[in-house]
């Protein structure tokens, strides 16, 4: 009974700190991508696979699953890289293609999706992503 006592409050504790905190998602790295962006691994030559944004992502095999990851949506944010790269925004993502292995990052972003987040045109930056 005192461990239950004890338990609700830590617990209720953790979920506010995360909420304070602000990290709620998976932590990887991303460098952005250039044209020409087709074909992909999700729809080949489908120009209509891209979101309106022109904010879309190619995964690592880590999230790829067996293709599963095609069209999957991702919110993101830059948190950290060199000479401070960070914008302080969100982005929200889609994902169209794969990054063959070896791939150097997690996530490789469209030029629109990372110049959104990142000030610098050409690094390698850590991102927060949640699905």
């Known amino acids: 009974?005192?461990?239950?006592?004890?338990?609700?409050?830590?617990?209720?504790?953790?979920?506010?700190?995360?909420?304070i905190i602000g990290v709620s998602g998976d932590v990887g790295s991303a460098m952005p991508y250039h044209p020409p962006y087709l074909p992909t691994r999700c729809e080949g030559y489908n120009q209509n696979q891209f979101p309106a944004s022109?904010?879309?992502v190619a995964v690592?095999?880590?999230?790829?699953?067996?293709?599963?990851?095609c069209g999957r949506r991702y919110r993101m944010r830059c948190i950290s890289g060199?000479?401070?790269?960070?914008?302080?925004?969100?982005?929200a993502v889609e994902v169209v293609d794969f990054c063959n292995d070896p791939c150097p990052v997690t996530l490789?972003?469209?030029d629109k999706a990372f110049d959104a987040i990142s000030k610098l045109s050409?690094?390698?930056i850590n991102v927060e992503y949640m699905q």
């Open 122 to 124: 050409n690094a390698r």
């Open 54 to 56: 022109g904010q879309f």
């Open 82 to 91: 060199p000479r401070h790269p960070c914008k302080d925004q969100y982005i």
């Open 108 to 110: 490789l972003l469209s």
């Open 1 to 19: 009974m005192v461990l239950r006592l004890l338990f609700f409050p830590a617990l209720i504790l953790c979920c506010m700190l995360s909420e």
């Open 60 to 69: 690592s095999d880590s999230l790829w699953d067996n293709g599963a990851a």
